[in-house]
């Protein structure tokens, strides 16, 4: 699909929807996070690229990216071809209602705002 010096692009081998793909960079990082910040710049570069293609070509209503972290020991973002609000979610927002699966926020609190005043402070730049 892509390939350059630095990174390759290729489809996913159980897409949540038709049309997944992965950018990786070539050597091997296992977190996302200890990606070079140019290789990680190139990654998502390329990634916009395709996603674009994709989206004339297949014409979901979204594209949307993912660096979960988990399932493969390699740094990788995922981009998935979006049709509904589903496509890409956390467990944290699934709960069953009628013995089907439902997704949502209402279940979910929100956090008080001193709370994320508190988080912001604590990961704000030095």
Do not use: C, W
């Amino acid at each position: 699909m892509y390939e350059d010096d630095t990174l390759v692009a290729f489809m996913t081998l159980r897409p949540t929807r038709p049309g997944e793909f992965l950018v990786i960079p070539k050597a091997h990082i296992d977190h996302f996070i200890d990606v070079p910040d140019d290789v990680a710049t190139h990654v998502l570069l390329v990634a916009q690229r395709l996603a674009r293609r994709s989206q004339n070509k297949l014409r979901p209503q979204r594209m949307g990216y993912v660096v979960h972290g988990f399932g493969v020991a390699h740094a990788h973002l995922v981009v998935v071809p979006l049709h509904h609000s589903d496509d890409i979610t956390s467990a944290r927002f699934a709960q069953v209602k009628d013995g089907q699966a439902m997704f949502g926020l209402s279940h979910i609190p929100f956090t008080p705002r001193d709370e994320l005043d508190r988080m912001a402070r604590l990961l704000a730049a030095d």
